[in-house]
């Protein structure tokens, strides 16, 4: 198979990059030829079909918008990256005449490259699997969140309201640049040009199909995990957070809790680590509320290598998911079921699918700082406890979200949709 795979990010920055290059690895190693489709960046990973990337739309180590700098060209860019980019189709119109690929697997591409790539793949009569990372088909805020509750205001409806609520990076003329583009890429019909959609979890699914998408191209395809082939670690008194610096991840709510655990004193000297990219200024902020909160026992690791994720997770006695929206599927979760390491986590229908009735994971109210103390507490006092729930999480990592399983049901999916690949052994 030679599959073509479209990311706006050619480098690991958070879970849909972890999913397409471990996904890429596989199929490498199964004797499939992937070729990637993306921006160029200067933290991008080399690849031989690189020449063939596109431009950021500012500079090339000016990864996300807070980041641009903003000229009458970056803006120009940006417009077309949004609505649509003629540059973007014919960049990836040349790559498929170099790469002759089968089948395509989109994942990132709206806001950096358009839906011009579904054009320059029907046009080349290359079928197309869109696996979603989030809920941007439904949602400008790619959320479903928004004034700290679930928000459907513009499920299977007009976007408009967005534009009201500045759903959009909070600013009213992006948002209004967004819903303009949406309404324009709906009329056109761009995402009806998609053969199937993927999804990690059932409830984004479900979202997908009471939004109007067709249930026969919808399919939920649990996303895998490696169990580590490391030697166990002695665990350390210790909870992790792994994942981004994002206002919906809760990490706020995080660090008011495990003031409110240090401030009672019931668990002896346990420190909290923190992974993630932390040069944004909302990681700032995060670290000076950490400062406030007078946190005694709290480090902040920055960003980390699977490898280190790995490490972290599997010295840790606990991970912890505190996440305010809905999610889709955090890779964190999984990684910390195929470590061994049980999870405090929000209550929320992507984590809860995952789950519910394994007994390895403790469930908060999303956004209850003193619901999820109060877990961590119990948890941390009950070693017998922590360590039944660990060996379950291993054993639930190996049965339900195996490798093999994944790409399995994901070959069956391409087949499907693409004649020369033939039915799927």
Not at 188 to 199: E, K, P, Q
Request: hydrophobic letters at 40%; proline letters at 5%.
């Amino acid at each position: 198979m030679r599959l073509l795979t479209v990311n706006y990010r050619h480098f690991v920055s958070s879970g849909p990059e972890r999913y397409l290059f471990a996904l890429s690895e596989l199929l490498s190693q199964a004797g499939h030829t992937v070729i990637p489709f993306s921006v160029h960046y200067d933290q991008n990973e080399c690849s031989e079909w690189d020449t063939f990337f596109v431009d950021p739309i500012a500079g090339g180590n000016e990864v996300y918008f807070d980041e641009h700098t903003w000229t009458l060209r970056s803006l120009k860019k940006s417009f077309e990256r949004t609505v649509y980019s003629l540059e973007v189709e014919r960049a990836l119109t040349r790559l498929i005449t170099a790469s002759t690929p089968q089948v395509a697997l989109l994942l990132q591409y709206l806001r950096k490259m358009s839906p011009s790539v579904i054009v320059a793949l029907k046009k080349a009569g290359i079928p197309i699997v869109a696996r979603l990372s989030d809920y941007a088909l439904l949602c400008p805020g790619l959320h479903m969140y928004r004034d700290n509750r679930y928000c459907d205001e513009c499920l299977g409806r007009s976007v408009w309201p967005s534009v009201r609520h500045k759903c959009v990076r909070g600013c009213r003329s992006a948002s209004a640049l967004n819903a303009v583009a949406t309404q324009w890429h709906r009329h056109r019909g761009y995402f009806d040009m998609i053969d199937a959609f993927v999804t990690p979890s059932e409830p984004l699914r479900e979202r997908l199909i009471e939004g109007g998408f067709s249930e026969d191209k919808v399919f939920h395809i649990p996303t895998f995990v490696a169990v580590p082939d490391v030697p166990r670690v002695a665990r350390a008194n210790q909870i992790a957070y792994v994942g981004r610096f994002d206002k919906v991840k809760g990490i706020e709510v995080l660090l008011d809790a495990f003031s409110r655990m240090e401030s009672r004193g019931r668990v002896d000297e346990v420190s909290l680590v923190i992974c993630g990219d932390d040069d944004s200024s909302y990681a700032q902020e995060i670290r000076a509320l950490a400062r406030s909160l007078a946190i005694r026992n709290v480090e902040f690791l920055g960003f980390l290598s699977h490898a280190g994720v790995v490490r972290t997770l599997m010295e840790s006695r606990l991970s912890v998911i505190p996440s305010v929206s809905l999610e889709n599927m955090p890779n964190v979760l999984l990684e910390s079921l195929a470590c061994g390491t049980p999870v405090v986590a929000s209550d929320v229908p992507s984590i809860r699918s995952v789950v519910a009735g394994a007994g390895v994971a403790r469930l908060f109210a999303p956004g209850d700082a003193g619901e999820l103390s109060e877990a961590l507490e119990d948890l941390l006092l009950d070693s017998a406890e922590l360590g039944r729930m660990g060996r379950r999480a291993a054993r639930l990592a190996t049965e339900r979200y195996s490798a093999a399983s994944h790409i399995d049901s994901l070959m069956r999916v391409l087949a499907s949709v693409s004649p020369q690949l033939g039915k799927p052994q």
